[in-house]
């Protein structure tokens, strides 16, 4: 029962949230049937868009398993934007300090140089947790403006290319140090790392002892500790683990489409990615067709705008929309699970009897 609990909420979510959108796009004077049609064009009907829908998808990919990492712990974590920006910066740096080096040593260290500072700043939200008491949600979020002031500051002053006139960036890392494309697709390698994160993450959390220890501890504190499990490590480490993917994808997103650290980096993968792992009920990999799915939304915004004349951010209310009916479907857990006792009760049934029948 538990098993389709965790199906039947994310998908009644999604229903409910596709039908609150289809009355907003109706008082923009459009039909919401095409326009249903129209998202699924642009973000799955032609090669193209399929394309379009996995590059938007792969920073989602990693962002998600910064909260979806440390929820296993009954943590929220929604610092995946802080950790995304600082990854980038740190990225560059690396790449502009070993800019002598084979593209190869530059390419990785970038990645490692983005990883620890993802992973560093999630880490500090973690710390504060466990050492000082404080809420990791509030003090993620508020580290995600610190981190975004820290980037702009340095983009901005002392990083910043003096040919960048109209837009400030840091200098370029050079296209020897760009990630290329998977063979035979127009798709950046940062998919692959998406991939691979998150089937880590699966392997880590449910195929271990430590990510049955993570388990643990979000299922029942007390038992935890009676167990002598090192709470204060668990959690402080799978806080790294969630920040260093998010970190990661900042530095895919300096490597493989930018080319260097400026303002369009900011654009909310981390807070979307808060809501991927929220409708993924953080499974790390119900994460991945997931962030399909959003990344598909994304792209298909462009699409909407052309065919339906709705605004390019409509894709954005549909997020808004599911990301308030998910947290209200949260109410709903755990009560298909009590309805069945209740029935057995009233019946005079025994669960087992209605098994065996």
Request: charged fraction near 10%; charge should be positive; proline fraction near 4%.
């Amino acid at each position: 029962m538990a098993g389709i609990e965790s199906l039947l909420l994310p998908l009644g979510a999604f229903t409910v949230s596709l039908a609150l959108f289809g009355v907003f796009v109706t008082l923009e004077g459009a039909n919401p049937i095409d326009v249903y049609y129209q998202m699924y064009r642009g973000a799955f009907g032609t090669w193209f868009s399929l394309q379009n829908t996995a590059l938007r998808a792969a920073p989602l990919m990693l962002t998600a398993l910064c909260t979806a990492l440390p929820a296993h712990l009954g943590l929220v974590v929604i610092g995946g934007e802080g950790a995304l920006v600082l990854g980038a910066l740190a990225s560059v740096v690396a790449a502009h300090a070993l800019a002598s080096f084979n593209s190869w040593v530059v390419v990785s260290s970038m990645a490692m140089a983005g990883a620890a500072m993802g992973g560093i700043w999630i880490g500090l939200a973690g710390a504060l947790r466990t050492l000082r008491g404080v809420n990791e949600t509030i003090s993620s979020l508020l580290l995600n403006y610190i981190a975004i002031g820290i980037f702009k500051h340095v983009v901005e002053g002392p990083m910043r290319d003096p040919a960048s006139l109209n837009k400030p960036s840091t200098r370029p890392i050079g296209d020897a140090n760009m990630l290329g494309s998977i063979p035979g697709m127009d798709v950046h390698w940062g998919l692959v790392y998406g991939l691979c994160a998150c089937a880590l993450a699966y392997v880590l959390m449910r195929r271990t002892v430590f990510g049955f220890s993570a388990r643990m501890i979000g299922g029942n504190v007390r038992a935890a500790r009676l167990s002598g499990l090192r709470m204060h490590r668990l959690v402080i480490v799978t806080c790294v683990l969630g920040g260093a993917a998010a970190g990661l994808a900042g530095m895919a997103e300096v490597a493989a489409v930018h080319g260097t650290a400026n303002a369009s980096i900011i654009v909310g993968d981390g807070y979307a990615g808060i809501l991927v792992a929220f409708l993924a009920r953080q499974h790390p990999l119900a994460v991945i067709p997931v962030s399909l799915l959003l990344g598909g939304i994304g792209a298909s915004g462009g699409l909407l705008q052309r065919s339906a004349h709705l605004p390019d951010a409509a894709v954005h209310v549909l997020q808004g929309i599911l990301f308030i009916v998910i947290l209200a479907s949260e109410t709903l857990r755990g009560r298909l699970i009590e309805r069945a006792p209740r029935a057995e009760r009233a019946s005079g049934v025994p669960e087992a009897s209605l098994k065996a029948t």
